[in-house]
């Protein structure tokens, strides 16, 4: 009996820290990890101090983490009604609402505390604002319509000049570009997932669809729209001197290939045609990031 109790022991530890680890939207945060690691890059030229860079790598996934427990904790009851959200900690119960709001506290915590030791109060402040933004106005207007997108764009931003930020002290025209690249990127990709997830989010009362909620041609076409204004926007970079040839050639092949894709969606408004933009938006950006790094390395 005593075995058998410890081996309940060890399986309930076991399933609690996964939960905690699930909590922290693991994917999502080491993407927001990696582009403050190419917004430290790009300003650094190449000649990073790579203590600091892993020291915001990791301040940035914790603090990306921090704010996905938050949004999970303020959005339990409407993650159960969703099939893509019902597995989560909380609405299967794994965590308690406490349990993940200590969780979120730490990590948020121990995020600002890395930032502030290394490197500078406008990160840590951006870093505040980042979160404030997305816990606690992004959330709660995702169930009164699409200007959440576009709020939500702004933290969604934020993470390449937050790199830029902590390897300079200053928001300069170079970080307000590669700001800019992923605050339009944020569109189509968003407007991809919610209308593949389009049945989940009407379950819970999320509205991030434009043009009435509807999966209709004037929907098509603004994704369409916001995915070519990424064409010229990925040449900014070599414009300004921040890159060069070879990376506005790549930026150009990837935007052009991601903008090929909303034609299908514009012809047949299927799911199919969504899923395919938004696996290319998750493909187009850190394709996008890696070769404006490698051209100043």
């Known amino acids: 009996m005593i075995l058998r109790d410890e ?7 076991a399933v609690k820290s996964r939960a ?5 939207k693991p994917r999502l945060s080491l993407l927001i990890a990696f582009s403050c690691a190419f917004g430290y890059g790009l300003a650094t030229r190449g000649a990073m101090d790579w203590f600091i860079l892993i020291i915001l790598s990791i ?3 914790l603090l990306s983490g921090a704010s996905g427990a938050i949004n999970q904790v303020i959005e339990r009851d409407y993650d159960a009604l969703m099939n893509r959200t019902k597995s989560r900690p909380l609405p299967t119960h794994k965590l308690t609402v406490s349990e993940a709001l200590v969780f979120a506290g730490l990590c948020a915590i121990t995020s600002l505390l890395l930032l502030w030791r290394f490197t500078n109060m406008l990160t840590v402040l951006l870093s505040i604002l980042s979160l404030l933004l997305y816990c606690f106005v992004y959330t709660p207007l995702k169930r009164v319509g699409p200007v959440a997108v576009f709020v939500g764009a702004f ?18 025209h170079e970080a307000l570009i590669i700001f800019g690249i992923q605050f339009i990127w944020q569109f189509p990709h968003f407007w991809a997932i919610a209308w593949v997830a389009d049945e989940d989010y009407k379950r819970a009362g999320f509205k991030l669809l434009p043009s009435g909620g509807g999966k209709d041609l004037n929907t098509a076409v603004q994704i369409m729209i916001y995915t070519m204004f990424l064409i010229p926007l ?4 070599a414009q300004f001197g921040i890159t060069g040839l070879n990376s506005a050639i ?9 903008f090929a894709q909303t034609f299908s969606l514009l012809k047949t408004g299927s799911r199919q045609s969504a899923l395919r933009i938004m696996f290319g938006s998750f493909i187009y950006l850190p394709i996008v990031q890696i070769a404006y790094l490698l051209d100043k390395v």
């Open 155 to 172: 933290p969604g931003a934020l993470p390449p000049l937050l790199g830029w930020v902590a390897a300079t002290g200053e928001i300069t």
């Open 234 to 237: 990925g040449l900014l970079p």
């Open 20 to 24: 905690y680890w699930e909590l922290l």
């Open 59 to 61: 301040a940035g996934f």
């Open 250 to 258: 790549v930026a150009t092949i990837c935007g052009v290939a991601f």
């Open 7 to 13: 081996s309940l022991t060890t399986i309930s530890a």
